[in-house]
């Protein structure tokens, strides 16, 4: 081995990923291999029925903690490291106070539905789709702009703050970019394309704010972050950290796209998580959806063109198997509820649909609610516990499909990714009801990944993606066995379970909302 390879290998850079439920850092080698892992859990803080609050202050403490913990496990010094990747949350909402670095309000969390009576007025009479040309998104709580309306209309002496550019707007990753380098003390404020396609004020072509989506939301631009693109040194972090580039923010999906080598138009991945989120490479071009799917930024490398995505957003899949441990009891641990449903061949004929707080893609029902249909007294807690894995793979086939309508192109194949893939016999349905193989990369932290290949590219550690398409290995593959004809019947009865769960919820009035705590 040359002198020179010897230095490569010893090359490391460290992702930071801040997800719903916890922050963590994996920290990799230059062949793509991780080398140390740390992480540790936040609140979930719920001040009323469909609110959902993150301390933003907690995890900035909780991500230097990991950091950390990653460097001592892997017997490191920050020094060792060549560059550090953010991936991130997506559409949770921040504002903090520019002069003391303390934020304003808690984080509202993308789960969050306090803004759906922002969302229908924003509508008026066009609806959901006012904004979509211009943001590839429909108006919908899921949302960040919305979220920014709301945090200024509702905290008292906001607004006048905002529009005196005292206050900074941010998703997870410009909080962390701003403290990593420097904070009070000239931390840089931005953003990526991918976290900034999530907000809903951002022009999918012009990859810029929107002047005429901030009027109507009422929302200032001096609160904004620059936008910039996913790979590329956006400071020097400060610290603990000195003299280390922070050098991407993606999204966790889009991260997920990248880490999955998902380059080429028309490869896809799906992570499945608390939900569970499919995205299609489209390419260089916005796909415009007509089949309740998002139009997304994939990812763009430093100068180079972005990368498009169609996004299917699933919102609950893995949250279903832990309502079915937690809530009912059924199941001790999430991993049993394999060996409980391979006791049985099938669900027999009930279908569980997890509208827990409505249904996103390809619905975007605010008004659903989740229902079990299809009971008789032969079923048990078995076809249940089927029924509970199989509504991840029926909800993921509804995307693909609507996917397929947009952009006319087949999937060939489905890599995967998230905790949900160690389920074999939900892996095996999967690659059943799609009628494609299913794919399972060796790297499972896809997420991590993507966001540590896209600060090595930035900073020279990879010489480019045919080097990280190189890295890509499966780990497992389950192909379809299922018949067609029983396949299109359970997904006519899956269909027909989805629309009992429509029109549960009546729609409230807008009204008065005051801050919470």
Same mark, same amino acid.
């Given at each position: 081995?040359?002198?020179?390879?010897?230095?490569?290998t010893?090359?490391?850079?460290?992702?930071?990923?801040?997800?719903?439920?916890?922050s963590?850092?994996?920290?990799?080698?230059?062949?793509?291999?991780?080398?140390?892992?740390?992480?540790?859990?936040?609140?979930?803080?719920?001040?009323?029925?469909?609110?959902?609050?993150?301390?933003?202050?907690?995890?900035?403490?909780?991500?230097?903690?990991?950091?950390?913990?990653?460097?001592?496990?892997?017997?490191?010094?920050?020094?060792?490291?060549?560059?550090?990747?953010?991936?991130?949350?997506r559409?949770?909402?921040?504002?903090?106070?520019?002069?003391?670095?303390?934020?304003?309000?808690? =984080?509202?969390?993308?789960? $969050?539905?306090?803004?759906?009576?922002?969302?229908?007025?924003?509508?008026?009479?066009?609806g959901?789709?006012?904004?979509? $040309?211009?943001?590839?998104?429909?108006? =919908?709580?899921?949302?960040?702009?919305?979220?920014?309306?709301?945090?200024?209309?509702?905290?008292?002496?906001?607004?006048?703050?905002?529009?005196?550019?005292?206050?900074?707007?941010?998703?997870? $990753?410009?909080?962390?970019?701003?403290?990593?380098?420097?904070?009070?003390?000239g931390?840089?404020?931005?953003?990526?394309?991918t976290?900034?396609?999530?907000?809903?004020?951002?022009?999918?072509s012009?990859?810029?704010?929107?002047?005429?989506?901030?009027?109507?939301?009422?929302?200032?631009?001096?609160?904004?972050?620059?936008?910039?693109?996913?790979?590329?040194?956006?400071?020097?972090?400060?610290?603990?950290?000195?003299?280390?580039?922070?050098?991407?923010?993606?999204g966790?999906?889009?991260?997920?796209?990248?880490?999955?080598?998902?380059?080429?138009?028309? &490869?896809?991945?799906?992570?499945?998580?608390?939900?569970?989120?499919l995205?299609?490479?489209?390419?260089?071009?916005?796909?415009?959806?007509?089949?309740?799917?998002?139009?997304?930024?994939?990812?763009?490398?430093?100068?180079a063109?972005?990368?498009?995505?169609?996004?299917?957003?699933? @919102?609950?899949?893995?949250?279903?198997?832990?309502?079915?441990?937690?809530?009912?009891?059924?199941?001790?641990?999430? $991993?049993?509820?394999?060996?409980?449903?391979?006791?049985?061949?099938?669900?027999?004929? @009930?279908?569980?649909?997890?509208?827990?707080?409505?249904?996103?893609?390809?619905?975007?029902?605010?008004?659903?609610?989740?229902?079990?249909?299809?009971?008789?007294?032969?079923?048990t807690?078995?076809?249940?516990?089927? @029924?509970?894995?199989?509504?991840?793979?029926?909800?993921?086939?509804?995307?693909?499909?609507?996917?397929y309508?947009?952009?006319?192109?087949?999937?060939?194949?489905?890599?995967?990714?998230?905790?949900? &893939?160690?389920?074999?016999?939900?892996m095996?349905?999967? @690659?059943?009801?799609?009628?494609?193989?299913?794919?399972?990369?060796?790297?499972?932290?896809?997420?991590?990944?993507?966001?540590?290949?896209?600060?090595?590219?930035a900073?020279?550690?990879?010489?480019?993606?045919?080097?990280?398409?190189?890295?890509?290995?499966?780990?497992?593959?389950?192909?379809?066995?299922?018949?067609?004809?029983?396949?299109?019947?359970?997904?006519?009865?899956?269909?027909?379970?989805?629309?009992?769960?429509?029109?549960?919820?009546?729609?409230?009035?807008?009204?008065?909302?005051?801050?919470?705590?």
């Open positions: 081995m040359s002198t020179d390879s010897t230095v490569r010893d090359r490391f850079v460290a992702a930071i990923d801040q997800g719903t439920t916890s963590r850092c994996i920290i990799f080698s230059q062949d793509g291999a991780i080398v140390a892992v740390d992480q540790r859990e936040h609140r979930q803080i719920f001040p009323k029925p469909g609110w959902v609050e993150h301390d933003a202050t907690e995890i900035w403490t909780t991500v230097q903690a990991v950091v950390a913990g990653a460097l001592a496990r892997a017997g490191l010094q920050a020094g060792a490291l060549s560059a550090l990747g953010i991936t991130n949350q559409e949770t909402t921040l504002l903090w106070d520019r002069a003391t670095g303390a934020p304003v309000h808690n =984080a509202i969390v993308w789960q $969050d539905t306090r803004t759906a009576a922002i969302c229908r007025r924003l509508g008026g009479e066009v959901q789709d006012r904004f979509r $040309d211009a943001t590839g998104l429909p108006l =919908a709580s899921y949302f960040s702009g919305p979220k920014v309306a709301w945090l200024l209309d509702s905290v008292p002496g906001l607004r006048g703050r905002a529009e005196r550019g005292e206050i900074a707007f941010g998703t997870m $990753d410009s909080w962390l970019i701003w403290n990593l380098t420097g904070g009070v003390e931390g840089v404020h931005v953003t990526d394309v976290n900034a396609s999530r907000t809903m004020l951002m022009n999918l012009t990859l810029q704010w929107d002047p005429e989506i901030l009027q109507a939301m009422n929302i200032p631009e001096a609160i904004l972050p620059e936008i910039r693109s996913s790979a590329e040194v956006y400071g020097t972090a400060v610290g603990p950290l000195a003299g280390v580039p922070v050098a991407s923010a993606l966790d999906q889009q991260a997920a796209v990248f880490g999955q080598a998902c380059y080429d138009a028309g &490869t896809a991945k799906n992570t499945y998580g608390t939900g569970s989120f995205l299609l490479n489209t390419g260089s071009r916005p796909v415009p959806s007509k089949s309740g799917l998002i139009t997304t930024v994939g990812y763009k490398i430093g100068d063109p972005p990368v498009y995505c169609l996004e299917g957003s699933i @919102a609950i899949t893995g949250a279903l198997v832990q309502w079915f441990r937690d809530q009912l009891g059924i199941i001790r641990s999430a $991993d049993e509820i394999e060996s409980l449903a391979a006791g049985v061949e099938d669900n027999g004929g @009930a279908y569980i649909v997890p509208a827990f707080s409505g249904l996103f893609a390809p619905y975007w029902r605010s008004d659903a609610r989740g229902v079990i249909t299809g009971l008789t007294g032969y079923v807690k078995a076809h249940l516990a089927r @029924a509970v894995l199989e509504a991840t793979s029926w909800q993921t086939r509804e995307v693909v499909e609507a996917m309508q947009d952009s006319g192109v087949p999937i060939s194949t489905l890599k995967v990714d998230g905790g949900m &893939t160690a389920n074999k016999l939900l095996q349905h999967q @690659a059943d009801v799609l009628g494609v193989p299913v794919i399972r990369p060796r790297v499972s932290e896809t997420t991590c990944l993507g966001a540590a290949y896209a600060a090595g590219l900073t020279g550690v990879w010489s480019g993606l045919d080097e990280l398409k190189t890295q890509w290995q499966p780990d497992a593959e389950w192909t379809p066995r299922m018949e067609a004809g029983v396949r299109e019947r359970e997904y006519a009865n899956w269909r027909k379970a989805v629309e009992r769960s429509f029109g549960w919820e009546e729609v409230p009035q807008e009204g008065g909302a005051d801050a919470g705590a």
